[in-house]
């Protein structure tokens, strides 16, 4: 992008679309990871475990999280490298052709959208794990 608007000074402002999109996804993050914190401390709360059953309910809420967390980290991640790579095409072909950014932008809309995907069912595994 940098690169790009050393060429065309006119696509420096347009294309930090692209970083406010993946700025999005670290919102993502931090979402889920309060959530995630506040089912941790439900959980440690119910230590002490009596039973058989209590400890296989506290085993499944703990890899329920895990998932949450493994699950939205992954989507945000390739969600990232995603909307990196069409944020660079786009800028580079701005600066060629002006008419391409609109089209390009809606591609990268439908990058970032696999990051909100991510969150969603993140917060569904965590919601199972109660």
Do not use: W
Not at 43 to 68: R, Y
Not at 83 to 108: M, N, R, W, Y
Request: hydrophobic share 55%.
């Amino acid at each position: 992008m940098l690169g790009s608007a050393i060429k065309m000074p006119r696509i420096k402002s347009k294309n930090l679309i692209s970083v406010i999109f993946c700025e999005a996804v670290a919102i993502y993050g931090v979402i889920i990871a309060i959530i995630l914190y506040t089912r941790a401390n439900t959980l440690s709360q119910s230590a002490p475990f009596t039973t058989i059953q209590a400890h296989d309910a506290a085993l499944q809420k703990a890899f329920a999280m895990f998932g949450a967390g493994l699950s939205v980290g992954l989507s945000n991640l390739f969600c990232g490298v995603c909307v990196g790579v069409t944020g660079a095409g786009c800028a580079l072909a701005d600066s060629q052709t002006p008419a391409t950014f609109v089209k390009i932008l809606i591609i990268e809309i439908f990058g970032s959208a696999l990051g909100l995907f991510g969150v969603i069912i993140g917060i569904i595994q965590a919601g199972k794990g109660v």
